[in-house]
């Protein structure tokens, strides 16, 4: 990397009671489509921590004690702000993340804004549960208060969507947050301080420490005042932090990683799922937990599929994620790529056929885009299911399709894995779509369609794709503590 433009870094300061502070040291961030540095992110560790701790417990009290309502107006100023600089945080989503414009514009920083609005709606509507024992003489009731400092630590594939999830509920709950982004997408979280004094959020109430998860991330976790945390990220940190947390017993929130199955019968519409499945498979460059990466397709209809789905994927256009005609940018890192890449390679080695993308087709890339870390969308064949690119995920644009001929089987085989996210099912048969739904070990199942959510609704892991569930009432559960109070008469 070169940093012949350093006067041009940003640099990134933690937002702590209120006000930007600096940091004694920072990490580099890249460009991800041009492989430059070109940001510098705050290398946070304990004393920065214990700071945002510290100004975070100052301020429950009074933001603890407001209506609901007063804290959903709030929010529903902070969604207004945002909205008003939606084209700047999409330019600047594209830039740190290397995602296309055109998804930071439609998906990242709409979804942000809406975070804020729906929970400023949802905290309104919940009703507590109240019981009756007229033969004691009693009444039960329950009543819900907000816990204190929340911990939020979030990813760097959809960065601000993934952290606002947490932040607006979590908030609007009543409790005040330290939040931690990741250190690779720093940038819209730092924009998003800017404007909390003007939605009028008071100081203390959300502060955001910027840095790694080894020092940043970790001091978070360990921190005695931080009672619960809500985490976002891969299986191993889930790991770590259940480990690091465990000695204060902390309450976690774990939304984990995928390996996501698309499980298309004979009877399936194919010109809604050839489109929906190439999607699922590479929206985003397949940095999606939701992303499809396990296709079984019914063998009736296994060569026309592959021979369809392939022409499409064909037609998406990898480059400069600035063109808003780009379908795929560029993914996050040098060494994710890399990563990617070697999955591919393996599948190689182990006998399966790459029938386009990687290795295969040329990849041509615009003179500034060199050294940006792209890759094309890349389908294989012929996979053994207990073949690494089956069995692990792989987080970037390449996706695996297999022939089944049974429910039974394409059941146990979609299940053979250790994650249980999310997965398609595709078929015109009504009974079969509920039935292979109810047996799916998934956490979310979408049959006919993909990615439609109703954010009411349970969203979450099973197996090792995470622990607990985000969602209107789920979120207002885990953010608060509920209290069960019995009255005699
Ligand atoms: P990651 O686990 O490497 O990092 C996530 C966050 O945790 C980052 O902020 C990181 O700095 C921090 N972190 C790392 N080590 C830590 C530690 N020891 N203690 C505390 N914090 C630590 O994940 P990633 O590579 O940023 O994101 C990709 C992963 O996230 C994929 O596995 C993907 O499936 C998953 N993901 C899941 C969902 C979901 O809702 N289930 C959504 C998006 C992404």
């Given at each position: 990397p070169t940093m012949a433009h350093s006067q041009a870094l940003l640099v990134l300061e933690n937002f702590i009671g209120g006000k930007f502070v600096p940091c004694s040291s920072y990490v580099d961030s890249y460009n991800p489509s041009t492989g430059d540095v070109y940001c510098r992110v705050p290398d946070s560790g304990k004393e920065e921590v214990e700071a945002a701790v510290k100004a975070a417990k100052d301020a429950f009290p009074v933001w603890s004690s407001k209506s609901p309502l007063e804290r959903s107006q709030i929010l529903n100023k902070l969604a207004d702000l945002i909205e008003h600089d939606l084209e700047a945080f999409a330019q600047a989503e594209s830039k740190d993340q290397g995602k296309t414009i055109t998804f930071a514009r439609t998906v990242d920083i709409p979804r942000a804004v809406h975070n804020f609005r729906f929970f400023a709606s949802s905290i309104l509507h919940h009703v507590t549960e109240c019981t009756e024992m007229p033969t004691m003489g009693c009444v039960h009731y329950t009543s819900r208060a907000p816990v204190g400092v929340a911990g939020l630590i979030s990813p760097w594939n959809l960065p601000l969507y993934l952290l606002t999830w947490k932040i607006a509920p979590a908030i609007a709950c009543g409790n005040t947050v330290v939040a931690k982004p990741s250190e690779m997408t720093s940038v819209t979280a730092w924009m998003m301080c800017k404007l909390l004094e003007k939605a009028g959020v008071?100081?203390?109430v959300v502060n955001v420490v910027f840095g790694t998860g080894a020092k940043a991330g970790e001091a978070l976790v360990c921190h005695p005042d931080v009672p619960l945390i809500s985490f976002t990220g891969s299986t191993l940190t889930a790991q770590q932090i259940t480990e690091r947390s465990a000695p204060h017993c902390k309450r976690l929130s774990l939304e984990l990683g995928g390996k996501n199955p698309a499980i298309i019968f004979d009877d399936a519409d194919l010109s809604q799922c050839i489109p929906t499945t190439v999607r699922s498979s590479f929206a985003n460059q397949g940095e999606i937990c939701l992303c499809t990466s396990r296709i079984f397709v019914q063998r009736g209809i296994y060569r026309e599929f592959l021979k369809r789905f392939v022409t499409e994927v064909k037609k998406w256009k990898t480059g400069?994620?600035?063109?808003?005609?780009?379908d795929v940018g560029a993914l996050i890192s040098k060494e994710h790529l890399e990563k990617v890449r070697n999955y591919v390679k393996k599948a190689q080695a182990e006998g399966a056929r790459v029938l386009c993308g990687e290795g295969v087709d040329p990849l041509a890339l615009p003179p500034g885009n060199q050294k940006g870390y792209f890759m094309l969308p890349t389908v294989i064949a012929e996979v053994k299911d207990e073949s690494c690119c089956m069995q692990e995920?792989?987080?970037?644009p390449v996706t695996c399709v297999v022939a089944f001929d049974t429910e039974e089987e394409v059941i146990k085989r979609a299940n053979g894995v250790k994650y249980g996210l999310a997965a398609t099912v595709w078929s015109g048969s009504v009974g079969r779509v509920h039935r292979v739904a109810h047996r799916l070990q998934s956490g979310l199942v979408w049959t006919n369609c993909w990615l439609v959510r109703d954010l009411n609704l349970p969203f979450g892991g099973m197996k090792a794709s995470g622990i607990g569930r985000e969602g209107a009432k789920d979120s207002y559960e885990f953010f608060t503590e509920v209290k069960t109070i019995t009255i005699k008469h």
């Open positions: 008071p100081p203390g400069n994620p600035s063109d808003p005609t780009v995920e792989i987080f970037g």
